[in-house]
């Protein structure tokens, strides 16, 4: 055997097929760590019944990725309640059930699955005597679950993903619980903090955040390790536009508490339709998304939703001329996957959002326009943009955020 053992175990909640928060990055790592001559094993769970195909499931179809699907034992009639009374019946029930049994949120996904978990993970580090163990949260119950792991192979290095806020998340129910109910959570966080080695997130605020909750006695890294973009996923056909629109993509969630943002560009564009009528008549803005549509979205003739389309949102960003971000408070430091996608279409980014790392990042590289509120002019932007005035980075250099690139930053924490 090498010195460096090339099988992987990657614990993912959602990874591809299934649709859902954390399969991208982690079928995107796990496609990268196979070009670069590893075997993944992924635990993950069962599909939610009804499943829509994960648009990134053609990524991990390799004879060098294995999947272990677990069952899910989180109660599906609480997760994802039908609306007849039978079904509200059943809700409450599980939530009632829920409460009783578990001491901190009851908002996660991976209660309940430890057990059949463990088991998997426990005969996949034996045979393939793993050494390397990769858990992304949330849900959160999973990186404990993990972190457990340590107390039978003392020998594992284990690195935990953060991909959000755990101890002061605004969803996952932390937000309203009582001082109990916190007390549990910071517990299995500090587990968690004490027997793996190495702490990831996406961003370095985000890693230093998670550090200030931890126990000072740790002795884990604390490691960025940023999203990226796939160069496969850019070679798209390129076709030229075939109309004189002037056309601003949005693609991904709408996240929650981002209402002052979307009255801001909701206030731009009708200052434009007020003011620019030429303008606004060959302006269209798509949006894709699964969220449910706000009404501060509806009514303007040039704001158009559609559902997600996978990635043929690629196709969207080659005819687009100009990406558009939209962040609220909570999330004002989070380059998310869609960012660096956007990056290599190399179109400017219109930016609403409040001050924080993504509009410092946009000004400082000059690769668009942040943070954009009403007062300062949408309109002046379009209509230099049609004039042929617009000055931005066209040149910035994106290498360094490619796939490639940051999986080899991944491997620097093997062992």
Request: hydrophobic letters at 40%; proline letters at 6%.
């Amino acid at each position: 055997m090498s010195s460096i053992n090339k099988n992987i175990l990657l614990i993912n909640f959602d990874f591809p097929p299934n649709q859902g928060i954390g399969g991208r990055r982690w079928g995107k790592f796990a496609k990268q760590l196979v070009r670069d001559g590893y075997t993944v094993h992924v635990i993950k769970a069962n599909p939610v019944e009804g499943n829509t195909e994960s648009p990134w499931t053609v990524d991990v179809q390799s004879p060098h990725i294995h999947t272990y699907p677990v069952a899910r034992k989180y109660p599906q009639s609480f997760s994802h309640p039908g609306s007849g009374l039978m079904s509200k019946l059943k809700y409450r029930l599980a939530r009632f059930q829920l409460l009783r049994k578990e001491k901190g949120t009851i908002y996660d996904t991976s209660i309940g699955w430890e057990a059949e978990m463990k088991s998997q993970a426990i005969r996949l580090v034996k045979q393939f005597e793993i050494v390397n163990v990769i858990a992304t949260g949330a849900p959160w119950n999973l990186l404990l679950y993990t972190a457990r792991l340590k107390e039978i192979f003392p020998q594992l290095n284990i690195i935990t993903d953060f991909r959000d806020p755990w101890l002061n998340a605004r969803n996952y129910g932390m937000a309203t619980l009582d001082e109990s109910r916190k007390n549990a959570e910071q517990e299995k966080f500090n587990t968690v903090m004490r027997n793996v080695n190495v702490v990831t997130s996406p961003n370095q605020l985000l890693t230093n955040e998670i550090k200030s909750h931890a126990p000072a006695d740790i002795k884990a890294r604390f490691e960025p390790l940023i999203h990226s973009y796939d160069p496969d996923d850019i070679q798209v056909l390129q076709k030229p536009k075939s109309d004189d629109k002037i056309r601003i993509v949005y693609g991904g969630d709408l996240y929650v508490e981002l209402e002052p943002q979307l009255k801001a560009f909701r206030k731009s564009v009708e200052d434009i339709k007020a003011g620019a009528p030429d303008l606004y008549s060959r302006l269209e803005i798509r949006i894709f998304t699964n969220a449910r549509v706000p009404s501060i979205l509806e009514g303007l003739d040039a704001i158009k939703v559609y559902p997600p389309v996978g990635k043929k949102l690629f196709e969207e960003l080659s005819q687009s001329d100009f990406c558009l971000i939209l962040l609220s408070s909570a999330k004002r430091n989070e380059q998310t996957t869609k960012f660096f996608e956007y990056l290599p279409f190399r179109k400017p980014l219109l930016v609403y959002a409040p001050d924080g790392l993504v509009t410092d990042f946009v000004k400082k590289n000059n690769i668009g326009f942040a943070p954009l509120q009403q007062e300062q002019g949408l309109d002046k932007i379009l209509h230099d943009f049609a004039n042929g005035t617009l000055s931005f980075n066209s040149q910035f250099d994106i290498d360094q955020f490619t796939l490639p690139v940051i999986t080899q930053r991944l491997i620097s924490f093997f062992k």
